[in-house]
T-cell receptor, first 113, second 114 residues
Framework: GDSVTQMEGPVTLSEEAFLTINCTYT??????LFWYVQYPGEGLQLLLK?????DKGSNKGFEATYRKETTSFHLEKGSVQVSDSAVYFC????????????FGQGTILTVHP | DTGVSQNPRHKITKRGQNVTFRCDPI?????LYWYRQTLGQGPEFLTY????????KSRLLSDRFSAERPKGSFSTLEIQRTEQGDSAMYLC????????????FGPGTRLLVL
């Protein structure tokens, strides 16, 4: 079945630092790829997505590029803010016609002022 | 668009009791999903509905679990004879019924089994 390997956390950064959270996946077929974020005390929110190879998803300064050849979807942000502190989940959807999501274990990000 | 709602938000029960959770999806969404999230882990898929039809169930969904979506709108997830291992956050999501569409998640129901 599908699986996801995410960079282990927690990740602690100073404000304005560069962020990378690695994500590699295995999936059948041609999945769409998602990053979801969970802020403290809130539900899962879609951060960005990419639906085919070489697509770049972007939102709120975050970016991730669908790399089919390396089966990766690494999340990056050039300058993090304290408000980016959250848990980040990588999730491919594939192997089914309806897009069942397979989540990674999540990466906790803490940004200090 | 009021988003996906779930009730109750928190539930504490004693081992052996039955519990039922409700999910109201975004109104125009045909697909509805249930996931379970334990502490420190990502959500795990439990089951999926297209309209009122339950089309897939995970092996995680033991016989004590049953989900329904009787009119293709809201859904319920019932756990019978709860066990301490059932303690988790139960998440509902919904999406449009077109390809691999984005799933929108509700706030979840946190279950604690004592």
């Amino acid at each position: 079945g599908d699986s996801v390997t995410q960079m282990e956390g927690p990740v602690t950064l100073s404000e304005e630092a560069f962020l990378t959270i690695n994500c590699t996946y295995t999936a059948t077929g041609y999945p769409s790829l998602f990053w979801y974020v969970q802020y403290p005390g809130e539900g899962l929110q879609l951060l960005l997505k990419a639906t085919k190879a070489d697509d770049k998803g972007s939102n709120k300064g975050f970016e991730a590029t669908y790399r089919k050849e390396t089966t990766s979807f690494h999340l990056e942000k050039g300058s993090v803010q304290v408000s980016d502190s959250a848990v980040y989940f990588c999730a491919p959807s594939g192997g089914t016609s309806y897009g069942k999501l397979t989540f990674g274990q999540g990466t906790i990000l803490t940004v200090h002022p | 668009d009021t988003g996906v709602s779930q009730n109750p938000r928190h539930k504490i029960t004693k081992r052996g009791q039955n519990v039922t959770f409700r999910c109201d999806p975004i109104s125009e969404h045909n697909r509805l999903y249930w996931y379970r999230q334990t502490l420190g882990q990502g959500p795990e898929f439990l089951t999926y509905f297209q309209n009122e039809a339950q089309l897939e169930k995970s092996r995680l969904l033991s016989d004590r679990f049953s989900a329904e979506r009787p009119k293709g709108s809201f859904s319920t997830l019932e756990i019978q004879r709860t066990e301490q291992g059932d303690s988790a956050m139960y998440l509902c999501a919904s999406s449009l019924a077109e390809g691999l569409e984005t799933q929108y998640f509700g706030p979840g129901t946190r279950l604690l089994v004592l």
